[in-house]
T-cell receptor, first 112, second 115 residues
Framework: QKEVEQDPGPLSVPEGAIVSLNCTYS??????FMWYRQYSRKGPELLMY????GNKEDGRFTAQVDKSSKYISLFIRDSQPSDSATYLC????????????FGKGTHLIIQP | EAQVTQNPRYLITVTGKKLTVTCSQN?????MSWYRQDPGLGLRQIYY???????DKGDVPEGYKVSRKEKRNFPLILESPSPNQTSLYFC??????????????FGPGTRLTVT
């Protein structure tokens, strides 16, 4: 079983739609749960992070973590064409200096 | 402005010809790392460094070397590149400067093609 599972897409939705992006993971040691956004020909940039189960909201974005199910989600409300990018879930165990464990990324396309 | 810079941004080379990709950060951070990104495989850590003269292997270190002689620079060295090292490479440094943080600041990437 792979450590992180993320549907690569592409996911194409019309402007204004609610977008749901998801990842599942198997490593119980993960303590930090992140979503990175990567535009074409750019490096990833942190969009949101959470430390525990529950929801975290930032503007049009909501991150949700369910540690009991090992499942994280990112919701985008009122999606805009500028949201078109690849979204990567990422995880950190919190111990030592291990690097981030990334999902493969979901390519999102918002149609104007 | 906090920056991680990489050079070159694009590189085409031939099998066996040694090359170096440079990485520099202006944030005075101790921790730096290298990732490669491949379609269908995602981002994977190659090497990391917790401070000057302290480096360690990540998940996919085979075929790569690194050095950390000064805090700001962390070059990635391919002594004898092979076609399976064709990839997009990112240098990264946590924004807080420590290794155990969730926010990594990534450089712009280096697209390497080995023929």
């Amino acid at each position: 079983q792979k450590e992180v599972e993320q549907d690569p897409g592409p996911l194409s939705v019309p402007e204004g739609a609610i977008v749901s992006l998801n990842c599942t993971y198997s490593n119980s040691a993960f303590q930090y749960f992140m979503w990175y956004r990567q535009y074409s020909r750019k490096g990833p940039e942190l969009l949101m992070y959470t430390y525990s189960s529950g929801n975290k909201e930032d503007g049009r974005f909501t991150a949700q973590v369910d540690k009991s199910s090992k499942y994280i989600s990112l919701f985008i409300r009122d999606s805009q064409p500028s949201d078109s990018a690849t979204y990567l879930c990422a995880f950190l165990s919190g111990g030592g200096a291990d690097g981030l464990t990334f999902g493969k990324g979901t390519h999102l396309i918002i149609q104007p | 402005e906090a920056q991680v810079t990489q050079n070159p941004r694009y590189l085409i080379t031939v099998t066996g010809k040694k090359l170096t990709v440079t990485c520099s950060q202006n944030m005075n951070h101790e921790y730096m790392s290298w990732y490669r990104q491949d379609p269908g495989l995602g981002l994977r850590q190659i090497y990391y460094s917790m401070n000057v003269e302290v480096t360690d292997k990540g998940d996919v270190p085979e075929g790569y070397k690194v050095s950390r002689k000064e805090k700001r620079n962390f070059p990635l060295i391919l002594e004898s590149p092979s076609p399976n090292q064709t990839s997009l490479y990112f240098c990264a440094s946590p924004t807080a400067g420590q290794g155990n943080t969730y926010e990594q600041y990534f450089g712009p990437g280096t697209r390497l093609t080995v023929t």
